[in-house]
């Protein structure tokens, strides 16, 4: 019994040694790149050119809701200057307008707020997917065996590849 056990042991000694001496033989150099998503999500042209398609888009319907805010602040003005002095009647129907007015402000801005935060999603997704692309891109061309992009807490400069991603998403922009 006594061999027995000194004979595993020996056997396990022997394949431990064996899968030490056989790792590093097998092992391959990877190259490794990281990208910094914020940075990439800043200084890309293309989110410039988003933001500019979103304000053109909605300009117009922002000039009306400051049009209505500047309206309703005349008719308050109006109420609190005047409302001593005019009938029953008139001070309650401008009331009533007020109210109204106020209800459908505040409507119309809901509306447009959600339309907006819609718009700005989608632009942002086709950013992400330029970005997508362009790391894919990037890591075919230099060969890199893997790329981390979200989700990366450190990265040294010796694998940070931020700045390439960017000069190639800056040659591909197009206005």
């Known amino acids: ?3 027995l056990f000194k ?10 040694g064996s899968m030490i001496v056989i790792a590093p033989a097998g092992a391959v150099d990877l190259k490794i790149g990281a990208v910094n998503a ?13 933001l500019e398609i979103l304000k053109k888009e909605f300009e117009v319907r922002n000039r009306e809701l400051v049009a209505k805010q500047k309206k309703l602040r005349g008719l308050e003005d109006r109420f609190n200057r005047d409302a001593a002095i005019m009938s029953e009647a008139d001070r309650k129907a401008l009331e009533r ?7 459908d402000l505040k409507r119309d801005q809901e509306v447009f707020r959600e339309d907006y ?4 999603n989608e632009e942002f997704r086709k950013l992400q997917e330029e970005i997508a692309k362009a790391i894919v891109d990037l890591a075919e061309k230099k060969k890199y065996d893997l790329v981390v992009y979200e989700g990366v807490i450190y990265a040294s400069d010796k694998v940070d590849i931020t700045a390439d991603v960017l000069k190639l998403l800056k040659s591909q922009y197009r206005p």
Request: charged fraction near 30%.
């Open 117 to 120: 935060n819609i718009r700005r």
């Open 1 to 3: 019994m006594d061999k």
């Open 7 to 16: 004979l595993i042991v020996f056997v396990a000694f022997l394949l431990l």
């Open 38 to 50: 914020v940075k990439l999500l800043d200084e890309a042209p293309q989110k410039e050119a988003a």
């Open 97 to 103: 307008d007020i109210l109204n007015q106020n209800r």
